[in-house]
């Protein structure tokens, strides 16, 4: 996933003007949750709060804002027919003119974001292992590829690391709590280390392995004979993926398996979906409460810069 601070850093060194448009509110059915924040600048956009009509229209009021030189502006929008929407919610913008302050918070709360995300251990750099660690680079987790094979690093997305290690087991044991340990190797017998390693710790968000409901079967007899805990198999998922279509493409297993996994990881988290990104200071903004009567195509607020 990307972030907006570079985007604004960018900006900012070249003497960009640039609008931060954050979801103050949201109420009912809408497309993004309160928090979620882009970036406008006079020829771009980066991130999103959602797409459709509701972002056009953000982004050509921030562009409105750029022209005259107004600092601030927040917008009440119920999306329905006037925007072209039927979510049927209600969202409050803030849009605010970005400077250095911004970015310095901005980052920061992306690190802090970064540094929190869940970690996903791929166990095996084999064909649906590169499809995974390409499909997970787009989700908010802390992707890591391993391969116990003495072999090259495979090309992959900046957000995705690579480990070469003999014995990837004690990886196993130093993850953080709530990781998804997701084990594809060469080799059942390794898998079946992995495995039992991983579901021992008894903290993990998702332990899964590629294979048929045979080699679940034997993994669960191997494990059970080494003195494992029947309720910990209630925890383990293979084949990984669901059974949505027997396609058994990498990239389609992997694209299956990728929101089984994030949807374990972010449940187990907790994580609040909205970025924390200037959440404070857009709660905080001027008359940030619903019911004012406007419409979409006038802000309740407006400062000049």
């Not at 972002?55 to 921030?62: G, L, M, T, Y």
């Not at 190797?185 to 993990?204: C, E, F, G, I, P």
């Not at 058994?248 to 398996?257: G, N």
Request: with cysteine.
């Amino acid at each position: 996933m990307s972030f907006l601070a570079p985007h604004l850093r960018a900006a900012l060194a070249a003497g960009e003007p640039a609008i931060l448009v954050t979801v103050v509110r949201a109420e009912g059915s809408t497309p993004r949750e309160a928090g979620a924040v882009m970036l406008v600048t006079p020829d771009a956009s980066h991130g999103t709060i959602g797409g459709g009509q509701l972002e056009f229209h953000a982004i050509d009021v921030a562009r409105e804002m750029i022209g005259a030189q107004i600092r601030e502006r927040l917008l009440d929008l119920p999306l329905g027919p006037h925007l072209g929407q039927c979510c049927g919610g209600r969202v409050e913008l803030l849009l605010r003119r970005a400077g250095d302050a911004d970015l310095v918070e901005l980052a920061e709360a992306e690190a802090r974001e970064a540094i929190s995300r869940p970690h996903v251990l791929l166990f095996g750099a084999g064909h649906v292992g590169l499809a995974l660690a390409q499909a997970l680079a787009l989700l908010p987790v802390t992707t890591t590829l391993i391969d116990d094979r003495d072999t090259p690093a495979p090309p992959l997305p900046d957000p995705v690391s690579f480990e070469q290690i003999d014995d990837p087991e004690t990886l196993v044991a130093k993850a953080p709590a709530g990781a998804a340990f997701v084990i594809l190797t060469h080799s059942h017998a390794l898998d079946y280390r992995l495995a039992d390693a991983a579901l021992r710790r008894r903290d993990a968000a998702y332990v899964g392995m590629i294979g048929s409901a045979t080699k679940r079967a034997r993994f669960e007899h191997w494990f059970l004979a080494r003195g494992g805990a029947r309720e910990a198999l209630s925890r383990f998922i293979c084949p990984i993926g669901g059974k949505a279509t027997r396609d058994k493409r990498p990239q389609v297993i992997a694209a299956l398996a990728a929101a089984e996994i994030v949807g374990h990881v972010l449940a187990v988290a907790g994580v609040d979906v909205a970025p924390r990104r200037l959440k404070a200071a857009a709660i905080s903004a001027p008359e940030a409460k619903f019911g004012a009567k406007s419409g979409a195509k006038l802000g309740r607020s407006n400062r000049a810069a």
